[in-house]
């Protein structure tokens, strides 16, 4: 696993990056400040910090609890660290995080390129919410790095993408991508919610952004809702003032579940990173099974890649049933360890039919056109012992 700035392995920063010590009372964990503002001692106290800050120079302190939280700002700095950002900002939710993000980098008269299978919500945020503001956007299929570039324009500002991207777990070749950003002076926005930094940190291919949904895998308990954006200090820091507008903070309570999630992120993801392979081969060698997508097994279009920039596949298995809709709904409903839920990256198996949890509303031709099949499922891996998952999946999948 790599070393962090500090020459710190991750599975030792997830522990201890961000946290300053001693805390108060001498306390061994962070302390969750709840408080919507903070105190002057007298006016003059008061004159000096704005005196400072009007210089930026009022370090350790703010005036308001939307400007900063000392709760937040540890975990923030400790996702800095696992991203190897030179900063980071929580946000309330992921889609917080990428609409607060582009919104920094935007104006009226700009335009965006985005793979066609990111994240439904930012697919939508970019080409009807972005559109209102007279920011065009063109869609290009992830995989197709030179319809990419022959997609940028002299007023392409950023290049959105995902990966691994959902469901089909398409890996973006990240030194790629940032060679043609670099050629047209673009910058570059990578969604690694479904790698988390333990297994790709988009930053050290020279990404300009990188978001994650901290309702995944960074909180790991599917108790929460939170995003995160790191990059540079000069980016995070016109985000950070753009966030005191928009206004998309992350609570203390939340920032303080992020933290106790992500000193187990390490041990989490290399569980499910080695279940979720067995379980992609398990299915793979399934006759009831039709196809497999995920990027640890050779058959999946983006292996090499994923091998070469990767240090796990991820903890998410799609895959599609020899079977129509209904049938691969009675597989589902034969299972006893998943869950039906959307969401993903928790302690808990997640299974879910895209065709009748994301994308319900479509018609079935609809569905099929943007490549979602009536006998897709997604399957967010869990702690849960490896045999007993597998054991399960094999008796719904062969009925006796
Ligand atoms: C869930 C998710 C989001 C949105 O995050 P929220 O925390 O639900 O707002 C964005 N991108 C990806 C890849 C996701 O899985």
Redesign the pocket.
């Known amino acids: 696993m790599k070393n962090s700035s500090k020459g710190l392995r991750l599975a030792t920063e997830v522990v201890h990056a961000g946290e300053v010590r001693p805390y108060p009372h001498h306390a061994l964990t962070l302390p969750i400040l709840e408080t919507a503002t903070y105190t002057f001692e007298n006016t003059s106290d008061l004159r000096q910090f704005m005196e400072a800050r009007m210089w930026g120079l009022a370090e350790g302190r703010v005036e308001y609890g939307r400007y900063g939280n000392p709760t937040v700002s540890a975990v923030e700095a400790k996702l800095s660290a696992l991203e190897s950002g030179q900063a980071a900002v929580l946000f309330s939710?992921?889609?917080?995080a990428?609409t607060t993000a582009l919104l920094s980098l935007l104006y009226a008269g700009d335009h965006i390129v985005i793979t066609d299978d990111s994240?439904r919500?930012?697919r939508q945020f970019c080409l009807t919410l972005l559109k209102r503001w007279r920011i065009e956007c063109t869609v290009v299929p992830a995989g197709d790095l030179e319809q990419l570039e022959g997609a940028i324009r002299s007023n392409t500002k950023v290049i959105v993408s995902?990966s691994p991207t959902?469901p089909y777990l398409r890996v973006m070749d990240l030194k790629r991508l940032v060679a043609i950003a670099e050629r047209h002076k673009v910058k570059t926005l990578i969604?690694s919610?479904?790698a988390t930094p333990i297994n790709q940190r988009p930053l050290e291919f020279g990404i300009d952004l990188v978001v994650d949904?901290?309702?995944?895998y960074l909180g790991g308990h599917n108790d929460l809702?939170?995003?995160v954006v790191a990059g540079s200090e000069s980016l995070m820091a016109m985000i950070r003032q753009n966030l005191w507008v928009l206004g998309a903070v992350c609570d203390p309570q939340t920032a303080y579940l992020i933290q106790r999630g992500l000193k187990t992120l390490s041990l989490r993801v290399a569980q499910q990173n080695e279940s979720a392979q067995k379980v992609a081969e398990f299915l793979e060698a399934e006759p009831s099974v039709e196809r497999v997508w995920y990027p640890g097994l050779r058959s999946h279009p983006d292996h090499v890649v994923a091998r070469q920039q990767m240090e796990g596949y991820g903890g998410v298995v799609s895959f599609e049933l020899d079977g129509d809709l209904e049938a691969t709904s009675r597989f589902i409903d034969a299972l006893q360890i998943p869950l039906i839920a959307s969401?993903?990256g928790g302690v808990e198996t997640l299974i879910e039919q895209p065709a009748l949890m994301s994308y319900y509303e479509l018609s079935s031709e609809e569905r099929e056109e943007i490549g979602i099949k009536d006998n897709l499922v997604r399957l967010s891996i869990g702690i849960e012992s490896t045999d007993d998952l597998i054991a399960d999946l094999a008796q719904a999948l062969r009925p006796s």
């Open positions: 939710s992921g889609m917080a990428v994240y919500r930012t995902e959902n969604d919610t479904f949904s901290a309702t995944k809702l939170a995003g969401s993903l």
